[in-house]
């Protein structure tokens, strides 16, 4: 296995964002996961480990600008190169326009938009000084459409989309492939488990996506050539209505 430098996944959590700090960690880079507490990533780093790869666990608040600032320039000292960064925060709190509050409003359009600015800056200035690497933003259906009581995610969702874009416009030219992944779709998640066991139970029909097959598209799009670059990909279950 070829040793590479660093993936970066903000937003490592037990389903989309572990699979792909996985994924490319079988491949030789070494994972550097974070999320707001570093202890909550110890199953993720044991893992990865377990399989023969690399893993550094990092406590930051991506909403906090001096916090994702350290956190790029202590991978970057300490770690090595970023060569791919994901950013994967979610943040869905569903709410009807009636009930929904200004500091639940902002507290979601912060960690859906605003922290992935702050961390694709800051990884940004590294890729276009080396003129090479790869981000990835992890989308939604609100990304592309607003729904009942999804104003808050939605607009955050859609604001993420549009920096993904901007970026691809700006930084492709400059050897950087950005891309936007839209999951359309209930995946298998303790969470979905517990909450929607009717949702759940489409698992036995290929029904709800599978965290691992997320992360192979993931890795498919960084192994692009860049003569057929792909900037957006929908990912959803054949049941899924759309």
């Not at 080396?130 to 592309?144: D, K, Q």
Request: hydrophobic share 45%; charged share 25%.
């Amino acid at each position: 296995m070829p040793e590479r430098g660093a993936v970066l996944v903000i937003g490592a959590g037990d389903a989309t964002g572990g699979a792909v700090a996985r994924r490319f960690a079988r491949e030789g880079y070494t994972a550097c996961v974070v999320r707001r507490h570093a202890d909550a990533l110890a199953p993720l780093v044991a893992a990865i480990e377990a399989e023969g790869g690399r893993a550094r666990a990092f406590g930051t608040d991506a909403r906090r600008e001096e916090q994702v600032v350290g956190l790029v320039e202590t991978i970057e000292r300490d770690v090595g190169p970023i060569e791919v960064f994901v950013f994967n925060i979610g943040a869905n709190v569903p709410s009807s326009i009636l009930d929904e509050t200004a500091r639940k409003y902002f507290k979601i359009w912060e960690m859906a938009a605003f922290a992935g600015f702050l961390s694709a800056r800051e990884v940004a200035k590294r890729l276009v000084g080396r003129g090479r690497g790869t981000m990835l933003f992890t989308g939604a259906s609100a990304s592309l459409r607003g729904s009942a009581s999804f104003a808050a995610f939605a607009g955050a969702k859609h604001a993420l989309r549009a920096l993904a874009q901007s970026l691809a416009r700006e930084l492709g030219p400059q050897n950087i492939h950005v891309a936007h992944v839209v999951i359309d779709g209930a995946i298998d998640t303790a969470f979905i488990r517990e909450n929607f066991p009717e949702r759940y139970a489409l698992k036995n029909r290929d029904g709800i996506l599978n965290p691992e097959h997320i992360a192979d598209a993931y890795w498919q799009i960084h192994c692009q050539p860049r003569d057929a670059w792909t900037f957006e990909l929908d990912l959803r279950p054949w049941i899924e209505r759309w």
